[in-house]
């Protein structure tokens, strides 16, 4: 049986997942979004990695704050269909505009998916560094860090981009 904490939302839920991809949508910072909400970054990042989730308060001032509804921010993964979760798109647009929409939508979700793997292998070199005692291996490591701050600001490049391409109006 399912046993709810005080407040607190049932776990697993789609809201770390959605949370990023709607922050990173709009250009936001976790620090950006934990002063605009009133929270520390590192709840943010708690929650956006799917570590804890949000107070029952907390989950409806993201909601509100990105004017979404909080049925979809648990219940789907707006990875799907990235751009429909943070623009109105009309039913009756033209085919090359429709063409252009999917062309992005499966740009965000495909950036969104490389920042996924970019802190996965983050994760996993650091573990490697800290259990490798053996100093020959500090160069294969350094240029492995290499790479992935190479990766890193190619996704920082993406979100700028797809923040440019998108008619988003960042909210007040």
Not at 83 to 100: A, G, K, P, Q
Request: glycine letters at 6%; one cysteine or more; charged letters at 25%.
């Amino acid at each position: 049986m399912l046993e709810l904490k005080k407040n607190a939302i049932p776990k697993p839920t789609n809201f770390g997942g959605n949370l990023r991809l709607i922050r990173k949508m709009q250009g936001m910072s976790q620090t950006g979004l934990a002063n605009e909400i009133g929270v520390t970054r590192n709840k943010i990042a708690s929650y956006e990695s799917g570590m804890v989730e949000p107070s029952a308060k907390v989950f409806l001032m993201v909601c509100h704050y990105f004017e979404q509804n909080p049925k979809d921010m648990l219940g789907s993964s707006m990875a799907d269909n990235p751009l429909s979760t943070v623009v109105e798109i009309s039913d009756d647009i033209d085919i090359v505009d429709r063409v252009m929409i999917d062309q992005l939508d499966g740009f965000i979700a495909q950036t969104n998916d490389m920042a996924k793997i970019l802190e996965g292998y983050r994760s996993l070199n650091d573990m490697r560094q800290e259990k490798d005692e053996d100093a020959t291996n500090d160069t294969l490591y350094s240029t492995f860090d290499d790479l992935l701050d190479l990766l890193d600001n190619l996704l920082k490049a993406n979100w700028k981009l797809i923040n440019t391409l998108t008619p988003i109006d960042n909210v007040e």
